[in-house]
């Protein structure tokens, strides 16, 4: 990938999993939609530390964020609900 590419995600996650928004090491994006089936919390994480900074309930979607991520400091999107859903992401390589 390069500077200027789509940087994007979607994956079914287990109830009580999560799913990481986290780049290769070097690599930076902003992520600016996320997406989801069912109730979710969102985290900012640097592998040790978690912030939670939102919750929502239901369907929905994250849009025209700019959430900036790296290697050592994401996104962490956490299936609350009771069954697996799908969790997507999409944003832009920076770096």
Avoid: W
């Avoid at 849009?63 to 400091?73: G, I, K, M, P």
């Amino acid at each position: 990938m390069a500077v200027g590419d789509v940087f994007s995600g979607l994956a079914s996650i287990a109830a009580a999993a999560y799913l990481d928004i986290q780049p290769a090491v070097g690599v930076e994006a902003v992520i600016h939609n996320i997406y989801h089936d069912g109730d979710i919390q969102l985290e900012f994480y640097d592998g040790t530390n978690s912030l939670i900074f939102d919750t929502d309930v239901g369907t929905g979607v994250y849009a025209r964020f700019a959430f900036h991520v790296t290697n050592a400091r994401r996104i962490r999107v956490k299936n609350t609900a009771a069954a697996a859903q799908l969790i997507g992401y999409c944003g832009v390589q920076t770096k």
